[in-house]
């Protein structure tokens, strides 16, 4: 397995497809990830066209880990923009293929994020996940802090509303 940092439009050309791919799986799968259940591919491809633009103004990262060169996950790092916040990160839209679920995907996806965050002067981060989702675990064995959960706080795909919990990690600076 091999985790690049995507540059180009070039690259955009050439995830775009498995990146949306990736949401619409993990979106059928019922994660709350911004998106009601089956949404056009052109709902997602939009979220990613603006993920890409977004990155090309240097306001985030977008890292996606590849077997036999095929995505098979993706992480957003999204910068805080704000003067006095340009030490923090907000990690974004984590996603491995089903397939490569509980194979170390995800956990690598989370180290090349923590280190490319650091190498942008990046060392807080934070996130937030579904409550009780099994992420939340993952995320404290990365050493990622609980702040706590709001309830209500997002729509599930299917519409219910669900509460999500919240995590904080000060990478080593």
């Not at 949401?23 to 709350?32: H, R, V, Y």
């Not at 999204?78 to 491995?96: G, M, P, Q, S, Y």
Request: proline content about 2%; charged content about 25%; some cysteine.
């Amino acid at each position: 397995m091999q985790i690049k940092v995507l540059h180009s439009r070039d690259d955009l050309r050439k995830c775009t497809e498995s990146l949306t791919s990736l949401l619409q799986e993990a979106i059928a799968d019922g994660f709350s990830l911004g998106f009601w259940a089956d949404p056009a591919e052109l709902e997602l491809f939009d979220f990613w066209t603006v993920e890409f633009a977004t990155m090309r103004a240097g306001k985030n990262l977008i890292l996606v880990a590849e077997e036999d060169d095929q995505v098979v996950g993706c992480v957003i790092v999204d910068f805080a923009t704000k003067a006095n916040a340009i030490h923090r990160a907000e990690i974004k839209k984590l996603l491995v293929a089903r397939s490569k679920r509980r194979s170390g995907v995800g956990r690598a996806l989370m180290q090349a994020a923590e280190n490319a965050a650091m190498e942008h002067g990046r060392w807080l981060l934070v996130l937030d996940t579904e409550i009780n989702s099994g992420a939340d675990d993952f995320y404290r064995g990365l050493g990622f802090q609980e702040l706590g959960t709001i309830p209500e706080y997002a729509g599930s795909p299917r519409g219910e509303l669900i509460g999500s919990t919240f995590f904080w990690k000060i990478l080593p600076h």
